[in-house]
Every structure is written in C-alpha cells, then in structure tokens.
C-alpha cells in the first residue's frame, strides 16, 4: 500500500495540521491501496501562502520564459522516462485501462508538458505597437497564484493542462487533487522536486469539497482553473464573480456522433470504441449520443450492439480489457441508475444493461439504447459511463438540429466519406470541438466548450493567454 502522511508545501514534505486521512480504493478490488492526508483549510492557508511568496519575492515570475523552459525541461525529461511507472499508478487508482492509461494518462500529459515548453521560445511575450500619439510596449505577466482544482477521469492531463501553462507563464500554483485519484499527484510532486523547480511555485493539497470550496474563495488566490462537473462549475463562477477573480471552467459534455448516410460502417463503429468509450466512458468529451440515418438505422444498431457486446471487461491491468471498473461504488450506481431511467423512458437496451460483468469491483457492462429521442434524460444528462444512446434522423439538416439540441457543447463527430464535406458539416456544430472520423484532444489546439460544457479554452496558445495579464507602456513619441 502507498501511504503518505505529509503534504508538498513550499517545495517540502510537510505534516499536515489535522489528523484526517484519505483512503484510495482500488474499483477493481474494492481494497485499500492507499492513504494521504484529508487537507484542511489551515493546510491550505499554508500552501496559498508558500505560492503567495514564491510569487511575490522568489526568482520564478523573474526568470525568463527560456529559463523557466529549461527547468520544466528537466521535469519533461524525468516524466518521460517513467511514464509507464505514471500509467500504472492511475490504472491503479481509478480503473483505467491500461492500454488507455498509457496513451491518455501518462503519454500525453507529458506530449502537453512538452508543448508549452517548446510554446515558451516561439509565444509573443513584448510587442511594439505605434499608438495614436507615440509607441506602446505591450507586454505580458504572470497573473499570480493560481488555484488548480481538477477531476479524477484523467487526473494527470487535467492536472498539466493547467500546470503547464500556469508555469511557463511564471504564476505559481497550489493544486487540489480529486480524493479518488490523489497518488499519482505525490508521484508527480516527488519528479517536481527532482527536477529542481523552486520551492512554494507548485504546491499539492488533496482533500474534499470543503476544501476545495475554501482554495476557490481563498484571499490570497489570483486565478482558478477548475474541471469537473457543471454544478461545481456554476459555484466556482459564482463565487470568482463576486470577487471579480478571473476563472477557466471545463465542465460537462454530451456530444453527438453523426454518422452520415455515405460513412463506412465498419471503420466508423471500430472508432467509436475510442471516441465514445474512452477511459470506460468517464470522459466529458465521449460521444454518448450516437445520430444514425434513419435508412440505415438498423444496420448501426446492429453493428453497434455486436461491438459493444464483445469489449472485453475485466482488470485494468490486463493489455487485453478494454472497458474496466468505474471509479468508486456511487459511480456504478450512478450509471445503473441511469440505465434503470431510459429503460422506464421507454428506449430499448440492446445491448449490456443491469447484469454486472463481475462480482467484485465497481464494473457496469458496457450499453447500448436504441429508439431514444432527443427529448430523454439519457440523451440530455450526461451520464459519465459506458453507456451510448442511438438516435435515428431524417436528414442532414435534422441531424445537425438535434446535434445542437444541448445543454452542452463540448465536443462531437462527424462520420462519412467525404471528408471535405464532413468538415462543412463540423462547421454546423455548436461546439469547441468537433471531428471528422475520429475524436481527439489534440495540446497544441484550443479545448472548451459553449453552452453548460463551460468558461474559457485551455491547450494550445489558448490555453497560455489566460494565465497572462497584459500591460501597456504608451510613452512619448
């Protein structure tokens, strides 16, 4: 078991000021794997107050971006070389395969590490603009201590998408892992120190919504950079509001697969594998509502209850699963509950549905509804698990419509032959994202939503920008 009883506060492992203590449960076996101290406000006045220091009188928001990139080099290099020891750990923690975790956990947090550095030597620090009545320097800073609150899907990438920017920028950074998923956080804290990044600009404080609620609202915080549910999202806005504090929300989504009349069926359902259950379906950008011609309406239903009635569900760990456990016991609830909703809505499971794949561990068998509507609640709701709803419509024009029918607008698809014409269609989506035969993240393009999915874009240029403030030096011609 991996237990921790300090905190990484001001570049040290510090005792925590209360006795409380999380347990990580492992969703495979349901068995203690580790233990971290529960943060309290207190330790969380300890961690703004290192940040506040590093930031005010320490040497990082003076570097250089180059000087800065050269240190986060260092820690590129030593994430790098262990990724595989990263992957392992949140396969561990929170029941991602490990075929997923490897790409998703461990891979391409580092590839998003990587991309700002590089970003650092080609970014528009200073500029100089002719005014209206003589030069202008403009220029931009560091906006200060930022508070990093982020979720256990895919702890690592969300954690970095954050701290990689924040830090090129030259802002420090006091991070609050998800309770779920808080050890690969001590693993990424330890390649930190390694690398010799200057004590307070990054600090690590797991512990639960109170304590997250307290790092939002704290005095001495610059900016919040939050991702999680939308309820979360509309408290963290409300309450960055009041204190006019500047926020970046990544919240829900409920996308939409629009599998037009000319798409290869085979290629297409083979795809859906990654775009619509990925990471077992705890992903806010899944594409959970699959849109299917109606004269083709029974050829996909079939093809995709054959698909997703043969994944192989069972121990993370093992190369060949490709859907493991949910995160925690509420989490399969959650779904089942869901699965138990479209059922009494009327939609059709064909196939999965309430019967567990094992006895022990938090697994959901891998759904398919068919003859949903647009109107359901497990078309609407995002349900965050493996569970897809198929959707007939009648043309282009109705697919697009109900595509746009949301609360949300994070990501989405369009399948077909024509790529240039697949394409136009994206266009039509109200969405931050939305790709054509396939679905992917990609950290050097911005990542947001419209709508309920969201405030702000991180990745990318994008993702640096709100991290900065900028400043203008008019001075006589």
Request: charged share 25%.
């Amino acid at each position: 078991m991996r237990e921790h009883d300090r905190l990484f506060i001001g570049g040290e492992w510090t005792t925590p000021s209360g006795t409380g203590t999380i347990d990580v449960i492992s969703p495979h076996t349901e068995e203690i794997i580790g233990r971290v101290p529960d943060g309290t406000p207190a330790d969380m006045d300890a961690a703004v107050a290192a940040a506040r220091e590093a930031f005010d009188r320490g040497p990082w928001p003076r570097m250089t971006p180059a000087e800065r990139a050269e240190i986060l080099g260092r820690l590129s290099a030593i994430y790098a070389e262990r990724q595989q020891s990263m992957a392992d750990l949140v396969t561990e923690e929170m029941g991602s395969p490990i075929g997923f975790s490897i790409f998703a956990q461990a891979a391409i947090p580092q590839m998003t590490l990587q991309y700002y550095i590089d970003l650092a030597g080609t970014f528009t620090w200073e500029e100089e603009r002719p005014g209206m009545l003589g030069p202008v320097t403009v220029t931009r800073e560091p906006v200060g201590v930022v508070a990093a609150i982020y979720p256990w899907n895919v702890p690592q990438f969300t954690f970095i998408m954050k701290l990689a920017p924040a830090l090129i920028a030259g802002c420090t950074v006091v991070a609050k892992p998800s309770p779920e998923t808080p050890l690969d956080a001590y693993l990424l804290a330890e390649w930190i120190k390694e690398a010799g990044i200057p004590d307070g600009v990054v600090n690590i404080v797991p512990g639960g919504r109170e304590t997250g609620a307290y790092l939002v609202e704290h005095p001495g915080v610059d900016k919040v950079a939050f991702t999680g549910s939308t309820d979360a999202g509309r408290k963290i806005a409300a309450a960055c509001g009041q204190r006019l504090r500047p926020v970046t929300l990544e919240l829900g989504g409920k996308s939409a697969a629009i599998i037009l009349e000319d798409a290869d069926l085979a290629s297409t359902i083979e795809g859906f594998k990654l775009a619509s259950l990925m990471n077992n379906g705890e992903a806010c950008a899944a594409q959970t509502r699959i849109l299917a011609p109606r004269s083709r309406y029974d050829e996909v239903a079939d093809a995709l209850a054959t698909m997703v009635g043969g994944l192989s569900v069972g121990d993370p760990a093992d190369y060949t699963t490709e859907i493991g456990p949910l995160v925690a016991r509420r989490q399969q609830e959650r779904v089942e509950g869901y699965i138990r909703i479209g059922q009494d809505e009327g939609a059709k499971v064909i196939a999965g549905g309430l019967d567990r794949p094992h006895d022990r561990g938090w697994y959901v068998a891998p759904t398919v509804f068919g003859g949903v509507t647009n109107d359901m609640r497990i078309a609407r709701e995002e349900i965050f698990g493996p569970v897809l709803a198929l959707l007939s419509y009648d043309d282009e024009e109705d697919a697009v419509r109900i595509a746009n029918d949301s609360d949300y607008g994070l990501g989405g698809s369009v399948w077909t032959a024509d790529v240039d014409h697949g394409v136009e269609v994206a266009r039509r989506i109200r969405t931050g994202s939305c790709g054509v035969n396939m679905y992917i993240m990609e950290p050097n393009t911005p990542f947001g939503g419209y709508k309920d999915s969201g405030l702000g874009r991180e990745l990318g240029p994008e993702g640096l920008s709100p991290y900065l403030e900028y400043k203008a030096i008019p001075r006589p011609a």
